[in-house]
């Protein structure tokens, strides 16, 4: 774990434009209104037990929250959203849910939400897991777009 190097990757993407574009960036994904910063990667588990994937999950989520104290102190006590919800209304079709929130729904069950007060930018942190067997990412992503 490493707070000093993940906050200062947040500080610089608060202060970083928005590519134009969707795409790879120095830290991760970004687009228009976004950045999505990778900021940890676990290995796969190919051929990894339970044990291993719940040891590591667990880990990824005291790091999110460790990580979450230092952004409170900055920002106050943070919001949660659950992204179950919306990746069903994504799903049904029935809702256009802006990126980075229809995509990040597809990975990621449940972000810590802060708004910056000088740019009202805001920013998650959350877990990441494609699927059982891949790798858990720790994301920050840092956003102009309102949370559905």
Same mark, same amino acid.
């Given at each position: 774990?490493? &707070?000093?190097?993940?906050?200062?990757?947040?500080?610089?993407? #608060?202060?970083?434009?928005?590519?134009? %574009?969707?795409?790879?960036?120095?830290?991760?994904?970004?687009?228009?209104? #976004? !950045?999505?910063? %990778? @900021?940890?990667?676990?290995?796969?588990?190919?051929?990894?037990?339970?044990?291993?994937?719940?040891?590591?999950?667990?880990?990824?989520?005291?790091? /999110?929250?460790?990580?979450?104290? /230092?952004?409170? %102190?900055?920002? $106050?006590?943070?919001? +949660?959203?659950?992204?179950?919800?919306?990746?069903?209304?994504?799903?049904?079709? $029935?809702?256009? &849910?802006?990126?980075? =929130?229809?995509?990040?729904?597809? !990975?990621?069950?449940?972000? /810590? @939400? =802060?708004?910056?007060?000088?740019?009202? /930018? =805001? &920013?998650?942190?959350?877990?990441?897991? =494609?699927?059982? %067997?891949?790798?858990?990412? @720790?994301?920050?992503? &840092? +956003?102009?777009?309102?949370?559905?």
């Amino acid at each position: 774990m490493n &707070i000093t190097r993940w906050l200062a990757t947040i500080d610089l993407l #608060c202060a970083r434009d928005f590519p134009a %574009e969707y795409g790879r960036t120095d830290v991760g994904t970004g687009g228009p209104g #976004c !950045h999505m910063a %990778e @900021l940890a990667t676990s290995g796969d588990f190919w051929e990894g037990g339970r044990t291993e994937r719940a040891e590591t999950e667990a880990r990824y989520e005291l790091d /999110r929250d460790a990580l979450g104290e /230092r952004l409170t %102190e900055r920002w $106050g006590a943070p919001g +949660t959203l659950s992204l179950g919800g919306v990746l069903e209304r994504s799903l049904s079709g $029935g809702e256009d &849910i802006p990126e980075p =929130w229809a995509s990040l729904s597809a !990975h990621v069950p449940d972000v /810590r @939400l =802060w708004k910056q007060p000088e740019t009202g /930018r =805001w &920013i998650a942190l959350g877990v990441s897991q =494609w699927d059982k %067997e891949l790798p858990f990412q @720790l994301l920050a992503v &840092i +956003t102009e777009t309102d949370p559905p």
